[in-house]
């Protein structure tokens, strides 16, 4: 018997535990808008915390680089949510009655 296919096996065994996904609670849709909100505003204030921390010489570049890039896709994402709900709301608005 090979010690090393055991050992191979044994750490394949581990890891697939470890990298099986948490089941997730179904969620209503408020719910899930309120955690969406919630993510948002935790993103941005992150961002902003590194991109003072930055200013006063605490963080690095490369750290505030990433904290900007991530707060940018944060709006980019609500206003792409904002633009489908305004049209959406637009498409009922002309619906005939």
């Given at each position: ?35 969406a ?21 605490r ?26 709900v ?12």
């Amino acid at each position: 018997m090979d010690i090393r296919a055991t050992l191979a096996s044994q750490v394949y065994g581990q890891t697939r535990v470890a990298a099986k996904p948490a089941p997730v609670e179904p969620q209503s849709p408020g719910q899930a808008f309120a955690a969406a909100g919630a993510d948002f505003m935790e993103t941005m204030r992150a961002g902003e915390e590194t991109v003072q921390a930055g200013l006063a010489g605490r963080a690095d570049p490369q750290a505030v680089v990433e904290a900007l890039a991530a707060t940018e896709m944060a709006v980019q994402t609500a206003v792409a949510v904002r633009d489908k709900v305004v049209e959406a709301y637009q498409e009922i608005l002309r619906m005939p009655v």
